[in-house]
T-cell receptor, first 115, second 112 residues
């Protein structure tokens, strides 16, 4: 089955620790994205990548880092510099970023809690 | 003004009712439009893309009004399983970069 997988589903982190969230897709999509969702709020873009070995900051990139070494993988690291990391993190992919009707498809998400 | 605005609801409707949601967007250069459904503590799932001529998928109808800059979603014959949050998404260009802008969602509760 084609799709997007994220792991782990739940993650608990102590303050001061860095953690890495995994995102893998087998849809052969060029573009991948990371979003953060807080209760009662819309999705906010953290980083996105249009092609391998290239990525751009989104609206709330501070305290996060990414890499895109392979087309199918786009891991997100939440660093200790992120002030309020507790949130629901969603990874998505699409065939492209510009133009008509490149629908985004989402992974099941990772719920991160900082203790 | 937010780039994409939705009425947060909740819309409480009885089974079998027809319900409509609107979503307004501020950037007239927006290219494409989508409705997603999100269940509690789950990921958003694509419900339908919104085409200029309007489109229908079973009980769901989506419309685009570029002149007034809004899209709509109509659900006919509501089912209990339609209870969810419906997200409006607009693909828009800002400073030469295309971005997907999400509304905060409209919550629907279908009551037995």
């Amino acid at each position: 089955d084609g799709g997007i997988t994220q792991s782990p589903k739940y993650l608990f982190r102590k303050e001061g620790q860095n953690v890495t969230l995994s995102c893998e897709q087998n849809l052969n999509h060029d573009a991948m994205y990371w979003y953060r969702q807080d209760p009662g709020q819309g999705l906010r873009l953290i980083y996105y990548s249009q092609i391998v070995n290239d990525f751009q900051k989104g609206d709330i990139a501070e305290g996060y880092s990414v890499s895109r070494e392979k087309k199918e993988s786009f891991p997100l690291t939440v660093t200790s510099a992120q002030k309020n990391p507790t949130a629901f993190y969603l990874c998505a992919s699409s065939r492209g970023t510009s133009g008509s009707f490149y629908e985004q498809f989402f992974g099941p998400g990772t719920r991160l809690t900082v203790l | 003004r937010k780039e994409v605005e939705q009425d947060p609801g909740p819309f409480n409707v009885p089974e079998g009712a027809t319900v409509a949601f609107n979503c307004t967007y501020s950037n007239s250069a927006s290219q494409s439009f989508f409705w997603y459904r999100q269940d509690c503590r789950k990921e958003p799932k694509l419900l339908m893309s919104v085409y200029s001529s309007g489109n229908e998928d079973g009980r769901f109808t989506a419309q685009l009004n570029r002149a007034s800059q809004y899209i709509s979603l109509l659900i006919r014959d509501s089912k209990l399983s339609d209870s969810a949050t419906y997200l409006c998404v607009v693909n828009t260009v800002t400073s030469g970069t295309y971005k997907y802008i999400f509304g905060t969602g409209t919550r629907l509760k279908v009551l037995a």
